[in-house]
C-alpha cells in the first residue's frame, strides 16, 4: 500500500512514508501560474476549486526536478505530445498520464493521442493513469486493454468556474473502484478525494482501493503530515473521525 502526495503538492511537500507526485508538466512551458492560482484558486462549499490549466515551466524542468523516487505528471495537449514528451522521459521514470484537464479548452480524452499505448512498459515501477471522475466504463475498460495496469481516481470534476476536487469526488471515486476491482483483478487503483484522514483512506480501502493519493489535506502541511503518518500506522498520531 503506497500513499501518494497529489501534484502539483508533490512539487513542494516531501515526506519518508509518502511519494511525491510533481507536476503537472506539458511538453512545452505553458507560463502564469501564479497569476491563475491568484485568480482563481478558491474555497466552496463543495471543496476546492481552481482553473490553473496545467500552467508550468515544461517537461525538462520537470524532469530535473523530480527524482528517481518520485512520480512525474504529465499531460498532453497537441496530438503528438505523447510521443514527444515519451523521447525525453527517461524510461525509467515513474510517471502518471493525466489524460484530462478540466480547465483546458481541449481535448477531454488524450488517450486517442498518438503514442499513448507506447508507455506502459517493464521498466517503471508506477506507470499511473490518472482518469477523470466523468471517465466512462468505456474509457476504463480501454485505458486496461491498452496494457496499462495502475489508475488514479481521479482528476478534478469539470465545472464552468473549474475544477472541482475534494469530497465532491467521492462518488465518482467509489464507481471508478467498483468497476476496476470488479473487473479486472490485476488492476491496481489509487483512490483519492477528500482524505483528510486517515479513516477516509480505510473507507476507500474497504471499496478495494490499493493505494491512496492526498491533495485536499495539503493545503494545511501540518495536517497532512499528521493524514500521511497515520495512514501508515505510525502509534503517535491520533486516528479521528470528523
Same mark, same amino acid.
Given at each position: 500500500?503506497?500513499?501518494?502526495? !497529489?501534484?502539483?503538492?508533490?512539487? =513542494?511537500?516531501?515526506? %519518508?512514508?509518502?511519494?511525491?507526485?510533481?507536476?503537472?508538466?506539458?511538453?512545452?512551458?505553458?507560463?502564469?501560474?501564479? *497569476?491563475?492560482?491568484?485568480?482563481?484558486?478558491? =474555497?466552496?462549499?463543495?471543496?476546492?476549486?481552481?482553473?490553473?490549466?496545467?500552467?508550468?515551466?515544461?517537461?525538462?524542468?520537470?524532469?530535473?526536478?523530480?527524482?528517481?523516487?518520485?512520480?512525474? !505528471?504529465?499531460?498532453?495537449?497537441?496530438?503528438?505530445?505523447?510521443?514527444?514528451?515519451?523521447?525525453?522521459?527517461?524510461?525509467?521514470? #515513474?510517471?502518471?498520464?493525466?489524460? #484530462?484537464?478540466?480547465?483546458?479548452?481541449?481535448?477531454?480524452?488524450?488517450?486517442?493521442?498518438? *503514442?499513448?499505448?507506447?508507455?506502459?512498459? $517493464?521498466?517503471?515501477?508506477?506507470?499511473?493513469?490518472?482518469?477523470?471522475?466523468?471517465?466512462?466504463? %468505456?474509457?476504463?475498460?480501454?485505458?486496461?486493454?491498452?496494457?496499462?495496469?495502475?489508475?488514479?481516481? #481521479?482528476?478534478?470534476?469539470?465545472?464552468?468556474?473549474?475544477?472541482? #476536487? *475534494?469530497?465532491?469526488?467521492?462518488?465518482?471515486?467509489?464507481?471508478?473502484? $467498483?468497476?476496476?476491482?470488479?473487473?479486472?483483478?490485476?488492476?491496481?487503483?489509487?483512490?483519492?478525494?477528500?482524505?483528510?484522514?486517515?479513516?477516509?483512506?480505510?473507507? =476507500?480501502?474497504?471499496?478495494?482501493?490499493?493505494?491512496?493519493?492526498?491533495?485536499?489535506?495539503?493545503?494545511?502541511?501540518?495536517?497532512?503530515?499528521?493524514?500521511?503518518?497515520?495512514?501508515?500506522?505510525?502509534?503517535?498520531?491520533?486516528?479521528?473521525?470528523?
Amino acid at each position: 500500500m503506497a500513499t501518494f502526495i !497529489s501534484a502539483p503538492f508533490g512539487n =513542494y511537500l516531501k515526506f %519518508e512514508n509518502a511519494i511525491s507526485v510533481t507536476g503537472t508538466w506539458t511538453y512545452k512551458p505553458r507560463p502564469g501560474l501564479f *497569476g491563475q492560482v491568484v485568480k482563481t484558486l478558491r =474555497y466552496t462549499k463543495d471543496g476546492w476549486r481552481n482553473k490553473i490549466g496545467l500552467r508550468n515551466r515544461g517537461i525538462k524542468y520537470g524532469i530535473q526536478k523530480t527524482n528517481f523516487n518520485e512520480v512525474l !505528471s504529465i499531460a498532453a495537449i497537441s496530438e503528438h505530445d505523447w510521443i514527444n514528451l515519451e523521447s525525453i522521459v527517461p524510461e525509467s521514470q #515513474s510517471v502518471e498520464l493525466n489524460i #484530462s484537464c478540466p480547465n483546458l479548452d481541449a481535448h477531454e480524452d488524450t488517450t486517442i493521442f498518438n *503514442g499513448f499505448d507506447a508507455w506502459p512498459t $517493464k521498466y517503471r515501477k508506477w506507470c499511473i493513469v490518472k482518469v477523470p471522475p466523468i471517465a466512462t466504463n %468505456e474509457l476504463l475498460d480501454k485505458i486496461v486493454d491498452l496494457g496499462f495496469t495502475q489508475i488514479h481516481a #481521479s482528476n478534478t470534476l469539470p465545472t464552468e468556474k473549474g475544477g472541482l #476536487s *475534494g469530497a465532491i469526488l467521492l462518488p465518482h471515486t467509489r464507481r471508478i473502484i $467498483k468497476h476496476l476491482k470488479t473487473k479486472y483483478d490485476h488492476v491496481e487503483v489509487i483512490a483519492g478525494g477528500g482524505i483528510r484522514e486517515a479513516w477516509h483512506a480505510e473507507f =476507500y480501502k474497504d471499496l478495494g482501493a490499493d493505494h491512496f493519493s492526498i491533495g485536499t489535506a495539503c493545503f494545511n502541511p501540518f495536517k497532512v503530515w499528521r493524514t500521511v503518518n497515520a495512514i501508515n500506522g505510525d502509534p503517535s498520531i491520533g486516528v479521528h473521525q470528523t
